[in-house]
């Protein structure tokens, strides 16, 4: 989950391409016609701010590079939003995207909590929730043909379904369920651009509260555990060798925001590509084995995390171009899945396209999505049941894009649901 680098600040031109992506109302509707514009200027384009890529190939070799890495601790950022982060970082709440997070920590000390968290997080343990997620899918979906023939998709199902999948995940008694939904929906943005205040505070609120919530519930799994994936942790890790109390309660926070942040996005907006190609969707009615390809491809179109971004920990080459030492890259992800070069016809959705599992939308390399298998078994499931059960589900007019520039996806959607198969 990138960290937001654009910010609008002193020193931006009015045109610059990065400025547009964050300022310019049309670009946040549709960012790619400027990822496009990148790529036409290079495979690495030195923006005022950053340098910059939308190139698949370029993307992929700094994603996986060793010369580059993540450089979170909030001093690299520019403006309002680095200040803060720094003022978090000193007596706030752990924040997702901050040390000791996953996603933050890099080399020796990243494989060892990485190890340490997969064991755990295995494909085995993943495809063992295929259940589970089907059914509170079902669950759900008999909520919807019980109620309202018009409903916000995003509020009833694309948001409940993760939510409730992670909350499993994170062994939250029912009775909490509530509570943790809660927490979910307020640390909202968390991976995005938070740039005033009171967004940020209500964060940081929402943060703190959640900090005290999972040193109980820790406490409790331990005394108590479950068959839980973090109880499994908490127990593997009794006898101090595994991960530390505070790294448990960073990887919590980041399991909701990055399980729930995401995910919900991708069920919006796979939602809305399909009703609008309906060419499509007839053709996953007729062959369901397209459902996983149709789940990349919808990855692929519209990338839940547009951007991350790494920083050079050396010297180094890039595409033909000498980069110093703490030179920012920023990775416009959603860009390199529409790269001509890699996926002809781009802007086009093909649920059968052979390659459409080459995006780039659970990152690459040693941060790759630690729950990209769970993601992608959430949308085959999420999606699938929905459109099964809701044969003439169509579009109702009040669609709304989320506000977020790194995350792209929907807050509402409405739908008219049709009579229920
Ligand atoms: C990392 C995307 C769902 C857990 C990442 C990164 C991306 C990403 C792009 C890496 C960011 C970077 O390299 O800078 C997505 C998308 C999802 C999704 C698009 C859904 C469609 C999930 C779910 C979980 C999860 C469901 C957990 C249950 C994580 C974790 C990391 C991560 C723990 C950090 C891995 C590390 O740093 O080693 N995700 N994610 N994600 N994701 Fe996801």
Known sequence: HGLPRLVVGQGVKRGDVQARLIGDPAAHHDPF???????????????????????????????RSSSFGVKRDGSELPQALGAMLRWSGQGGPPHPIQPPSLLAVEGAEHTRYRRLVSSVFTA?????????????????????????????????????????????ILGVPASEHAQVLDFGSRVVS???????????RETQLALAEFEVWVGNHLDRLRRDPGDDLLSQLVVANEGGQGL????????????????????????????????????????LRADETLWPTAVDECLRLESPVQTTDRTALQHTELAGMRVGKDAHVVLFLGGANRDPAVFPDPDTLDVGRPNAADHLSFSGGPHFCLGAALAKLEGEIGLKS??????????APGAHRRETRVLRGYDRLPVRLGTPA
């Open 190 to 200: 968390s991976l995005d651009i938070a740039v005033t205040w009171p967004e940020f």
């Open 124 to 168: 085995r343990a993943i495809g063992r929730l295929r259940g589970q997620v089907q059914a509170v899918a079902d669950e759900l979906l008999d909520e919807l043909a019980a109620g309202p023939s018009e409903v916000d998709l995003v509020a009833a199902y694309a948001a409940r379904l993760p939510l409730t999948v992670i909350a499993d």
């Open 33 to 63: 016609p400027l990822h496009a514009e990148v790529r036409a200027m290079g495979p690495l384009v030195r923006g005022r701010l950053t340098y910059m890529t939308a190139t698949h190939s370029v993307v992929k070799e700094v994603l």
């Open 244 to 283: 530390t109390e505070r790294e448990l309660r960073s990887l919590a926070g980041l399991l909701l925001a990055a399980g729930f942040e995401t995910t919900v996005n991708l069920l919006g907006s796979g939602t809305r590509l399909l009703l609008q190609n309906p060419d499509q969707l007839e053709r």
């Open 386 to 395: 929905l459109f099964t059960r809701f044969p003439d589900l169509a579009l």
